[in-house]
Each structure stands twice: as structure tokens, then as C-alpha cells.
């Protein structure tokens, strides 16, 4: 991946929520944690266009997010706080195969990419299953499945294990791990970005560290203060 943060802030009704900042992103596997509120899911929001910057600009792989809002969001995929929330239809594959819609895609074909891709996330038992009768950890599974399917390069995961049991932490913190796709996650859960190529830690509106994991964690508990 290649994201660039230009002299980029955001201000929501005049109160800074992120300072400006000017960095670049081009390793595979990038975290960012921080304390409620000091701007991460800001900051991610930034990268498929969801925020728009107050000043500055971003651009994902060369393009725009202002300018080229549509290309950057078929570029940058965003699996939701709440993933219950991003999923619209009431069954599983027809969640996932209405992503596939108005692609010019046959019918077959997007039974075909449907059935991949929930066998990839290792849920192809859930097909025909109601969406909101899914266990946490199976409608985190299908929402990740319900973007990857629409071929993203890059995945922004906003805390994905957020309310889930520890064997389920454990089976999506190795999902993510085996995407096949650029992950930035965003998480509480430190054991999730330990083993990151590049961590972020921002606090009160600022990057105040940038860098390997054992170095962000060690900063970290020093901003939280325990
Ligand atoms: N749409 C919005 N309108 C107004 N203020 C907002 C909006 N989105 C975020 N903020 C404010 O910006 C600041 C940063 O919020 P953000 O959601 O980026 O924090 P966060 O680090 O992701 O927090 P958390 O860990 O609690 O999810 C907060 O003060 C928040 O209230």
C-alpha cells in the first residue's frame, strides 16, 4: 500500500479532532492504538474517504480521496466497529453476493465468487443462516468476508475483536494475519498488533509514536499512565 497524509487535520464544528499531520504508509501490516477518543478511528476513517480532510489531503495508491472518492473506496475496504451494522441483507450469501451487484457480473459467477469467498473465511456453513442471529465472532467472519469479496487491496479493521471471547480473539487475530490483503487495524487488543511491521499510537489528536511494536506499546502505557 501506499497512503500519503499531507499537511492533513480534521476538525469537527471547529474542535481539532486530529493535528496536522504529514506521514506515509507502506508497510503490509500497520496498527494504531491510543486512548478513547485521541483520533484513530478519525485517522482510519481518512484513508477510504469517510472523513474528508479540514486541511491538507490524503491519497491512497496515487489517488485522491477528495477528488477520487469512488476508486479509493473500491481500494480501501472498512470492516466497522459494530460489523452487525455493515451487514444489509437478511442472509448470509445474499449479504455477501449484494456487494457483487451492478458489476456486470452473471448470476453464476456471483454464486461462484460468494462461495469462495465465504469457504476462504471458513464459514460456508453460515450461508443460508439469518445475519442477526450470527455469533459475534461469526458475523465479524462474514463482515470481513462481505468486504473482501469486493476485491479491496487494502483492509481497515476498526477494533475487530471488540467483544469477543478469547477463542474467538484468537481465530480472528489469525484470520487477519493471513489476508492475503494490506491490514490496518485499529485495536485495544494489544496482543493483535504485536506482531505489526509499523504501530501508531496517537493521543489527544496527535501521532505521538510511530513506530516498531515494542517501542508504541512501551509509549503508550507511559500516555495512559499505568
Ligand atoms: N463525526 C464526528 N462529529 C463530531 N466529533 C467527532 C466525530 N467523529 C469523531 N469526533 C470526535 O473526535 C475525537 C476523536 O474521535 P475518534 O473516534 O477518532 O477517537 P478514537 O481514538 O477512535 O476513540 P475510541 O477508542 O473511543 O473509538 C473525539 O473527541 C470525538 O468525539
Known amino acids: 500500500m501506499n ?3 499531507t499537511d492533513c487535520s480534521v476538525s469537527f464544528n471547529e474542535r481539532v479532532a486530529l493535528y ?3 506521514l506515509s504508509l507502506d508497510e503490509r501490516r500497520i496498527g494504531i492504538i491510543g486512548l478513547n477518543g485521541s483520533g484513530k478511528t478519525t485517522f482510519a476513517r481518512l484513508i477510504n474517504g ?3 480532510p479540514t486541511t491538507g489531503r490524503v491519497t491512497v495508491n496515487g489517488l485522491d480521496t477528495i477528488e477520487n472518492d469512488r476508486e479509493v473506496l473500491a481500494q480501501a475496504g472498512f470492516i466497522f466497529q459494530n ?3 455493515q451487514l444489509i441483507m437478511p442472509i448470509v450469501s445474499d449479504d455477501i453476493a449484494f456487494g457483487l451487484k451492478n458489476r456486470g457480473l452473471s448470476a453464476h459467477e456471483i454464486s461462484l465468487r460468494t462461495e469462495a469467498v465465504l469457504a476462504r473465511f471458513g464459514v460456508s456453513h453460515l450461508a443460508r443462516r439469518r445475519v442477526h442471529e450470527l455469533s459475534g465472532g ?3 467472519l462474514v463482515a470481513m468476508a462481505s468486504v ?3 476485491g479491496p487491496k487494502i483492509l481497515i479493521l476498526d477494533e475487530p475483536t471488540n467483544q469477543l471471547d478469547l477463542r474467538n480473539r484468537r481465530m480472528v487475530a489469525e484470520t487477519i494475519d493471513a489476508l492475503d490483503e494490506d491490514t490496518i487495524v485499529i485495536t485495544h487488543d494489544l496482543r493483535l498488533v504485536e506482531g505489526v511491521a509499523r504501530l501508531l499510537l496517537f493521543h489527544e489528536g496527535r501521532l505521538v509514536a510511530d513506530g516498531p511494536p515494542d517501542e ?3 509509549h503508550y502505557h507511559g500516555v495512559a499512565g499505568c
Do not use: A, S
Open 83 to 85: 460489523p452487525q451494522h
Open 216 to 218: 508504541t506499546i512501551r
Open 20 to 22: 496536522p499531520l504529514t
Open 3 to 5: 497512503i500519503r497524509f
Open 50 to 52: 469517510l472523513v474528508k
Open 138 to 140: 461469526e458475523t465479524q
Open 148 to 150: 473482501v469479496v469486493t
